[in-house]
């Protein structure tokens, strides 16, 4: 399979390269040259098929040659050892539960595969490579758990200062080994336009092999769209249409979503969740997209202004305004809807949400209302114990802390604090 830049059409690379680069050297993101469409059979006997024997099936043609069919199977396995439950919330409302992961967040997956590709091409490789990420929240403590200890691999992870949850910095900052995590202060997009400006800095790509380990990498894009996969199979027969609803901040998963329409999954609607950050659902009332500076908020994942994967559903649609307004619908909630939502699935449906999940609840109940045969999937993100911060002390007392969060705790902090460019250059410059 070859990847073609966004930025231009006749520069292609195999998967390889398109993960260790991570961007296209013209700045743009990577997309798959054809995504095959899966026989009807397929879909409609999902359910004989194992997780990885399905993810296996979807993935194959996205890596092509690049790994062995053994070897791709093992990381699959590796990757995928945990559950993806859907818990029935409301007689047509269910809860995708993608926080079963050693982070608690959705990004396990992604960051997982990735961390398993990247080891098993840099294995006989003496240079090393730098993973380079901004993270707003869950995609730091995903990156950093799943790449820990990854031979050859070292990982550099920006994150904006004070609006990240205490739970989600422990995360990024406590690891040590390969990992290092630099507070910036400012805000994502700050980060995000950081990490952008290293990669085009000659001074430093030629003096180092830098990747991205955002959603604009397409190992950790692409095995997103494993979640909806394997909800359907669990949910297929509940209605004749299935929608996802997706709290939605950079778009990566929710676009994953999309490319497993492409390979011929029988969903033809999607809703992207929004908090105050909304240039979607205003693109989807006006055709015009107009990216804002970043509003902080309680779902801090999705305090995006400017979604970088946006670019890749334009594609997949051929910028075709129509064909995406028929695919996607977008809601925007503010912090005041998003906590009233939470106490209500609490009192009336007996379920701590965290804030992300709630908005995706939310744009799912609002959906509803115009189409009220569907079956609704909302993905719920990241456990609610991310969020104590958010949830009132009666609620956090109810939910027992998991292991993989309690271990965390008591480790001390370690981060460097930088506030400009200049700063993370002569940081990476200095490794
Ligand atoms: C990253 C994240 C999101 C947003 O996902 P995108 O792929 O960036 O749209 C939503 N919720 C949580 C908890 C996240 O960590």
């Not at 099936?57 to 062995?68: K, Q, R, S």
């Not at 960051?111 to 080891?119: H, I």
């Not at 691999?153 to 406590?174: C, N």
């Not at 959603?215 to 996969?229: D, F, K």
Request: hydrophobic content about 40%.
């Amino acid at each position: 399979m070859q990847y073609y830049s966004l930025n231009n059409p006749q520069q292609k690379v195999g998967f390889a390269e398109a993960v260790i680069q991570g961007i296209a050297p013209d700045k743009g993101l990577y997309f798959p040259e054809t995504i095959p469409t899966l026989s009807s059979n397929f879909w409609d006997t999902l359910d004989q098929y194992s997780n990885t024997e399905i993810a296996y099936t979807l993935l194959a043609p996205f890596v092509g040659d690049a790994i062995p069919e053994k070897d791709l199977k093992a990381i699959l396995e590796d990757t995928l050892s945990f559950d993806f439950p859907v818990v029935a919330i409301t007689e047509n409302i269910a809860s995708l539960e993608l926080f079963h992961g050693p982070t608690m967040a959705f990004k396990d997956v992604g960051a997982r595969f990735m961390a398993r590709c990247l080891g098993y091409f840099n294995q006989n490789n003496p240079n090393k490579v730098t993973v380079l990420v901004a993270t707003s929240g869950d995609t730091g403590g995903a990156v950093a758990n799943g790449f820990l200890g990854t031979e050859g691999v070292d990982v550099v992870i920006l994150y904006p200062s004070g609006k990240v949850s205490d739970i989600q910095e422990k995360q990024l900052t406590t690891l040590g080994q390969n990992i290092s995590a630099l507070e910036v202060d400012g805000v994502f997009d700050d980060c995000q336009d950081m990490v952008k400006q290293a990669f085009l800095d000659k001074e430093i790509t030629d003096s180092m092999q830098l990747t991205s380990a955002n959603s604009i990498n397409v190992a950790r894009w692409l095995p997103q769209l494993l979640y909806y996969v394997f909800a359907y199979k669990t949910q297929k027969d509940k209605a004749e249409e299935i929608i996802f609803s997706v709290p939605s901040g950079n778009y990566g998963n929710i676009c994953a979503a999309m490319v497993a329409q492409k390979l011929g999954m029988p969903v033809q609607h999607f809703i992207a969740a929004n908090n105050a950050n909304n240039v979607v659902a205003r693109y989807l009332k006006s055709e015009k997209y107009e990216p804002k500076t970043t509003i902080p908020t309680i779902s801090n994942a999705m305090d995006v202004g400017n979604p970088s994967n946006f670019v890749r559903i334009q594609e997949l649609y051929h910028n075709n305004f129509t064909k995406i307004q028929e695919v996607l619908s977008s809601y925007s909630y503010d912090d005041a809807a998003t906590r009233k939502a939470m106490d209500t699935l609490i009192e009336q449906y007996d379920y701590i949400a965290d804030p992300h999940g709630a908005i995706g609840f939310l744009a799912a109940q609002e959906h509803q209302q115009k189409h009220p045969k569907a079956q609704y999937i909302f993905l719920e993100t990241a456990h609610p114990i991310k969020f104590l911060d958010v949830l009132s002390e009666e609620v956090s007392a109810t939910i027992a802390m998991p292991a993989q969060i309690a271990s965390l705790l008591d480790r001390e902090k370690v981060a460097k604090k930088i506030a400009s460019y200049e700063e993370l250059k002569r940081y990476l410059l200095g490794k």
